[in-house]
Every structure is written in structure tokens, then in C-alpha cells.
């Protein structure tokens, strides 16, 4: 019995289906870029909260050794968490590692023996343990965890 061959290719096909395999590609990526620029679709990656653990055993940690740095998180994001006072279910505090407006290379150090943050290519910039003047974010303890809304300052 005879073995049929598939279908012949010939250059005319060859040349339209190339043609119509780049016209659709070329379609797609224009239309997902379009409805990523407009406000029909939200674009959003990594989740909005971070989950830092367990506030009990993190507030002792840092009264033993200082604030903890969290990089990168959301967006490339790098925060600082610190704890002020004794009850771990409050007294949290998170924000930006960087001064606003400052370059990527900047960014604030903990200073342990003045007990502030402050900035490495402007030590006259000098911020308080709670962070105030550095962008902050949103800090809850839920269920014994401590959570960090991470995208709180993203505006539109």
C-alpha cells in the first residue's frame, strides 16, 4: 500500500507563513503593550505585603543587634525594620533605606552608638530611629507575624 507525503511546501507558502507568524507576533506585543500603558489594566508583580516573621523573636532581635535591612523586596525595594519599645505587637517601623530624592548609591546606615540612621554620602542628613523623614510603609502584626504593606507608596 502507498505512503502518501504530507503536504508540499513551496516557496509561496513558505513566504506567507513566515509573513503571517511575524504579523501576528508583531500584533500581540502591540497589544499587550498598549493595554499595559492604560489604565484598563493594573500591572503588579511580587505580593503587596511582606511577611517579615515572627514579630516576638524579630523586636529581640533587634534589641540585641539593631534595626534589620530587608533588600531587595517589591520592586527591587529595600527597606529598613525597627522596633521601639517593649511590646512586640507595637512599635514597628519600616521604611525606604534611601534619603528622598537621593541617588542609588545612597542610602542611610544604622549608627549604633547615636542610635540614628544616617546617610552615607550625606552624613549631616541624620534621621531618627523611627525612620521619620524616610519614606515609610504600613507595619501590623497579624496572628504573631510582622507585615509590611510594601507597596503602599507606589502611587499610580
Request: proline share 6%.
Amino acid at each position: 500500500m502507498p505512503v502518501s507525503s504530507g503536504p508540499k511546501i513551496t516557496p509561496l507558502r513558505a513566504v506567507v507563513y513566515t509573513a503571517a507568524s511575524i504579523g501576528l507576533g508583531v500584533g500581540l506585543v502591540f497589544a499587550v503593550v498598549s493595554l499595559a500603558g492604560s489604565e484598563q489594566i493594573e500591572v503588579k508583580l511580587g505580593d503587596d505585603d511582606f511577611n517579615a516573621g515572627n514579630a516576638e523573636e524579630l523586636a529581640a532581635e533587634i534589641d540585641d543587634r539593631g534595626p534589620v535591612p530587608w533588600a531587595p523586596l517589591s520592586r527591587g525595594r529595600s527597606i529598613w525594620i525597627n522596633h521601639v519599645g517593649a511590646n512586640p505587637e507595637t512599635g514597628w517601623f519600616a521604611f525606604d533605606v534611601q534619603s528622598p530624592g537621593a541617588g542609588g548609591d545612597c542610602v542611610v546606615d544604622w549608627d549604633a552608638d547615636r542610635r540614628l540612621f544616617t546617610d552615607t554620602c550625606d552624613p549631616t542628613l541624620v534621621y531618627s530611629a523611627t525612620g521619620e523623614g524616610l519614606t515609610q510603609f504600613t507595619v501590623w502584626v497579624d496572628d504573631g507575624d510582622l507585615i509590611v504593606d510594601v507597596n503602599a507608596n507606589d502611587g499610580p
